[in-house]
């Protein structure tokens, strides 16, 4: 029992610089498992390394309630309707694979201030309104640390008198409108990668210049896709 102690006791002598490397030997979630709720300070550790969470403890209430503030990585690949989205209050990372309506609808600048990767999905066909309210929320510049977002459920239509995003470098959507690809992009003046699910009428007629690009993808319905109509495309990858 003694010997317990003592390495407890030489544990907690150690600095903060040297329980943050050695954290980046563990996984989000094994962070969380192994030094969550010890004591005050382990706490502040883990909010700055960052712990996980996966499907399993986003089930276990009493762990999420307690260590909210310092769950800095979410991945869900299940659906899990207990999980509080309003107290993630520290999260950099968020994916969830059955993302729910009323779990959509709570993701905000406000309690998610760091965010800076977002992934969602949903087996569900009927959340469009959902999916373009986050949507116009991230092109008006909130969720200012957001570096990558992967929605590929929401579609740009509707959406009028962004202010844009300058943060944001991967972008996968759902549907774009040919006619409107040069308003998308010039909303995202940093923007390096892009995925379209959908992209409808094409091909794109626009003279399109891009100072970032570098990767673009599009999903097009039975369409033969002539030389000719790439040219505008060439000029928006520098």
């Not at 102690?5 to 498992?33: G, K, V």
């Not at 260590?67 to 994916?95: F, G, K």
Request: charged share 20%.
């Amino acid at each position: 029992m003694s010997n317990v102690h003592t390495l407890a006791s030489c544990l907690e002598q150690l600095p903060d610089e040297l329980w943050l490397l050695m954290l980046t030997y563990l996984t989000p979630s094994d962070r969380l498992l192994a030094f969550g709720s010890l004591n005050f300070r382990l706490n502040t550790i883990l909010c700055e390394a960052g712990a996980g969470v996966n499907d399993v403890m986003a089930r276990d209430s009493c762990l999420m309630y307690e260590m909210s503030s310092c769950i800095a990585l979410v991945n869900l690949q299940h659906r899990c309707e207990i999980i509080d989205m309003y107290s993630l209050n520290n999260i950099r990372s968020l994916t969830m694979r059955h993302i729910m309506r009323h779990q959509i609808i709570a993701i905000d600048p406000i309690y998610m201030p760091n965010l800076t990767v977002l992934r969602l999905s949903s087996p569900s066909d009927t959340l469009e309104t959902c999916y373009a309210r986050l949507l116009e929320l991230i092109l008006n510049q909130n969720f200012r640390s957001l570096v990558s977002m992967h929605l590929p459920q929401a579609e740009f239509f509707g959406i009028y008198n962004c202010t844009g995003h300058s943060s944001l470098q991967r972008v996968t959507i759902g549907a774009c409108r040919s006619s409107r690809f040069s308003t998308l992009i010039d909303l995202l003046p940093n923007l390096i990668t892009l995925e379209i699910r959908h992209l409808i009428s094409w091909p794109i007629r626009q003279t399109i210049t891009h100072k970032k690009i570098r990767y673009l993808k599009f999903h097009i319905d039975a369409h033969s896709i002539e030389m000719e109509d790439t040219d505008a495309l060439k000029a928006a990858a520098p």
